[in-house]
């Protein structure tokens, strides 16, 4: 019974088809008509799956470019930055150079401005550079406007080596601003200072400020030096006086050099 079902309703679909096949229209047989309309869906799905494609591969390109266009950016920023804050500390050191420019007289004609490219505080020494290729000569003494920062100990061209207050076998004779008492700076290797020589019946206290006096023969009269921050007595005839820069070595940038006060120069 039931392949006589299936066989009678192949037959009859095999005359519908054949029937829409001689049936014809316009736009041709119906056979074709119905062809179209069953295939409508699907074609119709197939383009809009292509577009979606398409459109999604664009949108990737472009997701992509964003992120790219955004790192590059990133990037632009964080130069500007950087050449932002060269010229700050550039227009720092034209400032702090007007300020030296200033005395120059009251040292000599010849003083030098130089800017501090490297530093090695443990060590204490300095790398500094002119504008003009010159030779500093030996010891030749180093200022800023806080105050004595060291001497040359070596002179290559546009390159200068300096040995600071603070370094191991720095000294430099200083005195009292009134001239009441003397002594000698000794570098320790660290901020912490020593002032030797200073007699114990010498007036010397916290806070006071001692400067160069002239008597080591490098360093010029009346350039500060030293803040005391400290002074005891001991069974010595010297008082144990430590100290500390009066210049902040840690952010000098630009330095006056002294060459006609070098020791060879007989300044």
């Known amino acids: ?26 736009d041709g047989p119906v056979l074709l008509t119905w062809f179209r309309a069953a295939t409508h869906p ?17 949108g990737i390109h472009d997701l992509q470019q964003v992120i790219t266009d955004n790192r590059r950016l990133r990037l632009e920023l964080e130069e500007i930055r950087a050449r932002k ?14 300020r030296l420019a200033g005395p120059t007289s009251e040292f000599e004609a010849g003083a030098r401005i130089a800017r501090c490219t490297f530093r090695d505080l443990a ?26 920062v060291g001497r040359v100990v070596r002179s ?5 080596w300096l040995q600071m207050v603070t370094h191991v076998a720095a000294a430099a004779a200083v005195q009292a601003t009134d001239g009441s008492l003397n002594g000698l700076v000794l570098g320790t290797g660290t901020d912490a200072l020593a002032v030797a020589y200073v007699p ?19 360093f010029p009269p009346g350039i500060p030096v030293v803040q005391v921050v400290g002074v005891r007595e001991t069974e010595d005839p010297f008082l144990e006086v430590s100290a500390v820069p009066t210049v902040n070595l840690q952010t000098v940038r630009v330095v006056l050099i002294l060459p006609a006060w070098s020791a060879g120069s007989g300044g």
Request: no cysteine.
């Open 200 to 218: 114990r019946q010498g007036h010397l206290e916290r806070g006071m400020v001692l400067v160069t006096s002239g008597g080591d023969g490098i």
């Open 1 to 26: 019974m039931r392949a006589l079902f299936f066989r009678t309703a192949l037959l009859w679909g095999l005359l519908e088809i054949l029937a829409a096949w001689q049936v014809r229209t316009s």
């Open 123 to 148: 060590a204490g020494t300095m790398e500094v550079r002119t504008a003009d290729r010159v030779t500093i000569p030996h010891d030749a003494p180093v200022v800023t406007s806080g105050g004595l």
């Open 85 to 98: 804050l060269l010229l700050e500390e550039d227009l720092q050191a034209l400032r702090e150079a007007s």
């Open 156 to 160: 290559e061209g546009h390159r200068h």
């Open 42 to 58: 699907v074609v119709a799905t197939s383009d809009w799956v292509g577009n979606l494609a398409v459109d999604l591969g664009l």
